[in-house]
């Protein structure tokens, strides 16, 4: 894998990676151009000097949940590629996402599809087939969705940053993340996705109703933003009343997207830990493995690891078990500062936190592993309970 020669490239100079790549007789290693979305290293290296490489499409961080991807940029990169100097060098073309379980399926299917195409792709007639695959049919609705999603959300190369909904509580939250959600684009794009994917014809099929469901969660998700920025404004302002009724909305958008999130299997922290626990030949066993794969999730090691949340997903159970919990915390906190006129102790705040994290990995108590509610019905509740929230929310912010 060649992420160390970009990640750190002050220390990995060309005549050192050079050097190591060398030492190998050519032909005997495989390198992973691990990052290209972001950062392709076979360009500054000469094509990693005559090793052979796989140029891969990352995307996915930890699992996390999020729309994010360029597409156009990848079919330029794999285009360019396939057909120019490194024609006949580079050994193929992969993925190196770092979970399976992935919530943004459209950008590895094409990518997917350009291993086997050294042509140029119309992305616009792609995406419009392809949303006619994900709903069964021609839907214009459906298609005028993806289209919107194509030129305004899918136009970033993928990050770690996401919903302030799994983000640590803090008060010292950067102003940086407190003013915008995790994408460039303006929520009111992603709300009129919302309301034509609802349009559809064909309400039935599971791929339409993953996207529907990923699609609204991600609205809910930004809108939160706002909420919690109106929040902390009513906090250091004193105001106790206005405190209350924005903290409660704030949770209250949060315990929605858990909701939304149990409709559907792919986003059930249930089904993740009685898999693990299903690999237990004993009591012993099915505990270890049920713990792995909470710390994965959470603390992603020991407590209070620098990559605390690494793994963080939006899936039913998760959120409110765990993510909505520890802001349910901070509110508490915030409030009792608020009523006792005394400053808010971050240090104290944060060991509390910390200590409830880990003793969540280590606890097991159980999640639904089945989907709860009609994931349409639902998306169309919260659609109409929000979209006019979400509107005036956003315009303000703009």
């Known amino acids: 894998m060649s992420w160390t020669f970009s990640y750190k490239r002050k220390q990995w100079t060309n005549p050192r990676i050079k050097a190591m790549l060398d030492a190998v007789p050519q032909?005997?290693?495989?390198?992973?151009?691990?990052?290209?979305?972001?950062?392709?290293?076979?360009?500054?290296?000469?094509?990693?000097?005559?090793?052979?490489?796989?140029?891969?499409?990352?995307?996915?961080f930890g699992g996390n949940t999020y729309l994010k991807g360029n597409i156009k940029t990848v079919?330029?990169?794999?285009?360019?590629?396939?057909?120019?100097?490194?024609?006949g060098k580079v050994q193929g073309v992969g993925l190196t996402l770092e979970a399976?379980?992935?919530?943004?399926?459209?950008?590895?299917?094409?990518?997917?599809?350009?291993?086997?195409?050294?042509?140029?792709?119309?992305?616009?007639?792609?995406?419009?087939?392809?949303?006619?695959?994900?709903?069964?049919?021609?839907?214009?609705?459906?298609?005028?969705?993806?289209?919107?999603?194509l030129q305004k959300v899918y136009s970033q190369a993928s990050s770690r940053?996401?919903?302030?909904?799994?983000?640590?509580?803090?008060?010292?939250?950067?102003?940086?993340?407190?003013?915008?959600?995790?994408?460039?684009?303006?929520?009111?794009?992603?709300?009129?996705?919302?309301?034509?994917?609802?349009?559809?014809?064909?309400?039935?099929t599971d791929a339409y109703l993953t996207d529907l469901v990923n699609i609204a969660c991600e609205t809910l998700g930004n809108y939160a933003f706002g909420i919690e920025t109106r929040m902390?404004?009513?906090?250091k302002a004193q105001d106790i009343g206005s405190f209350k009724k924005s903290s409660s909305?704030?949770?209250?958008?949060?315990?929605?997207?858990?909701?939304?999130?149990?409709?559907?299997?792919?986003?059930?922290l249930g089904k993740w830990l009685n898999d693990a626990r299903s690999f237990g030949v004993n009591t012993f066993e099915q505990k270890y493995y049920e713990q792995n794969a909470r710390n994965i999730?959470?603390?992603?090691?020991?407590?209070?690891?620098?990559?605390?949340?690494?793994?963080?997903?939006?899936?039913?159970?998760?959120i409110k078990g765990f993510y909505l919990k520890r802001w349910q915390m901070f509110v508490k906190a915030l409030e009792k500062s608020l009523k006792n006129k005394t400053a808010f102790d971050e240090t104290k705040f944060r060991d509390k936190i910390t200590e409830f994290e880990w003793k969540w990995t280590l606890s097991n108590e159980?999640?639904?592993?089945?989907?709860?509610?009609?994931?349409?019905?639902?998306?169309?509740?919260?659609?109409?309970?929000y979209a006019d929230k979400i509107s005036c929310t956003t315009q303000e912010q703009n």
């Not at 949060?254 to 409709?263: F, H, N, P, V, W």
Request: charge should be neutral; glycine fraction near 6%.
């Open 75 to 87: 079919n330029n990169s794999v285009t360019e590629l396939l057909n120019g100097c490194q024609k």
């Open 366 to 385: 159980r999640y639904s592993d089945k989907p709860i509610g009609d994931s349409w019905a639902i998306a169309k509740e919260l659609y109409d309970k």
């Open 27 to 60: 032909g005997k290693m495989i390198l992973l151009d691990y990052y290209c979305e972001n950062k392709e290293v076979w360009k500054f290296t000469d094509g990693f000097y005559g090793q052979p490489y796989i140029w891969c499409y990352l995307g996915n």
């Open 161 to 204: 940053w996401h919903g302030i909904e799994s983000l640590r509580p803090t008060i010292k939250l950067s102003e940086k993340k407190r003013n915008k959600s995790n994408s460039d684009y303006d929520n009111l794009v992603l709300l009129k996705v919302w309301g034509l994917m609802l349009k559809a014809e064909n309400k039935s």
């Open 249 to 268: 909305e704030f949770l209250g958008v949060i315990a929605e997207i858990d909701r939304l999130a149990g409709s559907r299997r792919e986003r059930l």
């Open 100 to 149: 399976l379980d992935i919530m943004n399926p459209m950008m590895y299917e094409f990518v997917m599809e350009k291993a086997w195409d050294c042509s140029y792709t119309d992305v616009n007639d792609w995406i419009c087939k392809y949303a006619q695959r994900r709903c069964g049919r021609p839907d214009g609705n459906v298609e005028k969705a993806w289209q919107i999603l």
């Open 297 to 318: 999730l959470t603390t992603w090691g020991d407590k209070n690891q620098m990559l605390n949340d690494y793994a963080k997903r939006d899936w039913a159970g998760l």
């Open 232 to 235: 902390m404004s009513d906090y």
